[in-house]
Each structure stands twice: as C-alpha cells, then as structure tokens.
C-alpha cells in the first residue's frame, strides 16, 4: 500500500502517519512547515517529507491519498487529487479502519484529553496490555505520540473537531469506540460549531455509536453532559467524580483515592489532572484493570510535553510551559501552580480562532484570578474590546512586542513564570531558558 498525506506535520496526522508505516506501508507526505518534534518523528521512522504542495509529489502509483483537516479547497495538493480523481479519505476515517478490529478506547472532552489519553495508555502498558494510542501530544513515557500496538487494544483522543473539508462531522465520529469517556463538555472552536447545542449534538452522534456491550463514562454533575445522556444512550454508563466511586482529590505532588484508601506520590499538579486520572482509572477498568492498580500505575506517569511542564528551575525561579487555551484550562493551570507557593507570572497568547474571536473575552479575566500579574500576548486582528482583559490595579497588561515581553521576564529573579498558548509561542519559552541559564 502507498499513501501520501496532506499536512502530515499536525499531531494527529504525523501519529496517523506512522501507524500506517508500522503496517508496512509506503508513506509520504506533505506540509506547509515541516518542523520538529512531529518531523524528527516522522524521518526517523522512515518517511519522507515534502516541503509545501507542490502537485509533482503526487506520484502515479500512490494508492491512496490521506486529507487533513487544515486542508482546504484550493490548495494546490488538493486540487490535483480532486482533478486526477485520486482515491482520497480523511484522516479519522482511515483510523477508524485500521482500528475496526480492536477495543477502542476513546477519551473526549474540551479539556483534559491529551493528558488522560496518555494516562490511560500508560496504566495499559503498565498492565502489559501493549496498547496501541494516538494521542495530540508527546507522552514522555513513550517519547512518540502514536504506534499501532499488540493488535487488540487501541487508546485515541477524541477530538470534536471537523474531520475534513468534504466532512464536517467531528473526528471521534469515526472511531467506533467501546469505551467513549467524556471528562467535560464546554463550548469551544467557535470556527465551526455554533453554540454549545451544536457540540452536544456531535457528542450524542458519537454515543449512538458505542454498543450495547460497550461503555459511556462520563464526569457526573454536568449540566451539558447529562443532556447529552437525555438525547439517548443504549451502553452501559459508568459516572466518576465527586459523590462516586471513583473521586480522587490532589494534594501538591500526591494523588488521593478516598475510596481505595490509596494515596501516590506523582509528577502532576491541580484539580484537572485529578480530574483526568479519575477517567484514565475508570477506562482501563471497563477492560478488567484493577482500579488500584490504575491508580497506582500512575505514580510512574511522567506527564506530556507541554503540559505543565516545568522548564527551568534555579531554587527561587521556575518556569512553566502549558497547552491551557481557554478560561476553564487557564483557571486549572493556574490554581494548580498556586500550591507552589511563589508568586506566579502567567504569559498567556490568544492563539486559538474562539479566543482571537473573542467568544470568551468577558470571562478570561477571571480566569485568571490566581496569577498575580499577566501579560496578555494579542495579534494584531483583534477587533473586540482589550480592556475586558485589563485589571484595575495595573496588575495586567496587553502585549505584543515579543522581544521585549522576554527581556522584560528575563529580569524576574524569583516566583514563577508560566507560558500558555496552544501554539509554539514564537519560542519565547526556550530563548527565556537560555537566558535564565547563563545568568
């Protein structure tokens, strides 16, 4: 089999991309920034990257051609497969596929899955299970994000974005999950849903899919969630969270099972990641994992880049690095850095098409309550009103000179800084490292 994939360097792509070599397919692919991580991933498992979309990639004996969802009608690539009549599918459709004959085990929700994705492939591992994951981010105790596995069991993050251009149903549509966890249910990607109702929709479509031998687990006490479960749900249902069996509390660098009477030392902070370790724990039991040993497996879960990552540290500064792209995210983020205990500096970018649009603009203020000053990071093409994000004692500030955001924060000598964007932040955070480090 010889495929080619348009915009191969996404994270969902670039995992697709060597599950299908693992299979012992010809790939290559295709995209505007081949950059690493994702490329260094790629060319070390042996596939070729083409810089832009040029149409001579094409190649007359490709069998398949694999469309991103960043690609759109008019890019040159994709108007020569249309033109050629070229056998194309989605990304999300062909895993479906080559996971048709698996447990699929698929972790949704607008925050938290990249994170519980990797803590459930790790508790499976941790078991010997040998799963196979595709997750939208790096575990570190894998340091790839995607393989194929043993063949029986298969861990993805379910995400409620559009699949592609010529299909505009979320991506976890097609992965014909068993087990379908839902850690929580906010609105989000204003770019292509129009309100909340418009994803509970897409989040009901995906139950409709799960069998009746199958699992929803879903975080009780949400309202969006439990109208999802009104609209119909014909599998078992498991709930997690507070006033279940499965309620874990955290504690600085410890992680508590009231229930189990169990308690682990581990790498990650805050409300959230507990949150996530309650799903992880609760689908790796729905395939006969023991919920203690879960739970325990998870002492050794080493986190994921650029969540929550700690980037530098000299005994009165740190510094951190997270994906939190929306208010409920960056409240998480920065309740869970209070329990440091230093004064906290948050730099937070407004990257993301909702965020840009400014769909939560009256509300990112207040999520950022816990830090105790921030420096908003705007593009140009914001037309919605700044001073929603400035705070009346000065203690905030809308920036958007770069060079001189990282002078200024090269000077901080104590506390903790703390980066947020789900983009690569023009690589402030490693020029501020390099910085701190030769001082």
Not at 172 to 194: K, M, P, Q, R
Not at 210 to 239: E, H, M, T, Y
Not at 303 to 323: I, M, P, Q, T, Y
């Amino acid at each position: 089999m010889k495929i080619h994939i348009l915009g191969i360097c996404g994270t969902f792509m670039g995992g697709l991309a060597q599950i299908c070599k693992q299979q012992g397919w010809q790939v290559t692919g295709s995209d505007q920034h081949v950059y690493p991580p994702m490329s260094d991933q790629l060319r070390e498992a042996g596939i070729f990257l083409h810089e832009g979309y040029h149409p001579a990639v094409l190649s007359s004996d490709l069998d398949l051609v694999v469309i991103g969802n960043a690609m759109s009608r008019g890019n040159p690539l994709v108007e020569a497969v249309l033109d050629g009549k070229i056998p194309f599918i989605s990304g999300p459709e062909l895993l479906g596929r080559l996971t048709s004959d698996m447990t699929v085990l698929a972790v949704s929700g607008t925050h938290g899955k990249t994170t519980t994705t990797s803590m459930l492939a790790w508790i499976l591992e941790y078991e010997g299970l040998d799963p196979g994951f595709l997750v939208g981010g790096v575990p570190e105790n894998f340091g790839i994000s995607a393989r194929g596995g043993g063949g029986a069991i298969f861990v993805v993050e379910a995400d409620e974005y559009d699949t592609a251009f010529f299909d505009k149903r979320s991506k976890f549509i097609h992965y014909h999950a068993d087990i379908f966890g839902i850690n929580n249910l906010e609105f989000d990607h204003a770019d292509i849903f129009l309100d909340l109702n418009d994803i509970e929709t897409q989040f009901h479509h995906a139950i409709r899919r799960v069998p009746r031998s199958g699992f929803i687990i879903s975080r009780a006490g949400i309202d969006s969630i439990k109208r999802v479960l009104k609209k119909g749900c014909w599998s078992n249902q498991i709930s997690i969270g507070e006033g279940t069996a499965i309620d874990f509390k955290s504690n600085g660098d410890q992680l508590l099972a009231g229930g189990l009477d169990m308690k682990i030392e581990w790498l990650m902070r805050g409300f959230q990641n507990a949150q996530n370790a309650e799903l992880a724990v609760a689908m790796a039991h729905t395939i006969n994992v023991p919920i203690d040993r879960a739970f325990s497996a998870l002492g050794e879960f080493r986190g994921v880049a650029r969540r929550l990552n700690l980037l530098f540290e000299n005994g009165s500064l740190k510094v951190w690095d997270d994906f939190a792209h929306h208010p409920t995210a960056i409240a998480n983020t920065l309740d869970a850095l209070t329990q440091e205990g230093a004064p906290l500096i948050a730099v937070i970018e407004l990257r993301s098409n909702t965020m840009k649009a400014g769909v939560h603009s009256e509300t990112l203020l207040a999520s950022a309550a816990c830090a105790d000053f921030v420096y908003w990071v705007l593009p140009e093409t914001i037309t919605w009103d700044e001073g929603l994000l400035l705070r009346p004692d000065g203690t905030s500030m809308v920036i958007r000179d770069m060079v001189a955001l990282e002078t200024q924060l090269a000077q901080q000598a104590s506390g903790q800084i703390i980066f947020m964007s789900n983009g690569g932040f023009s690589g402030i955070q490693s020029r501020l490292v390099a910085r701190l480090t030769k001082c």
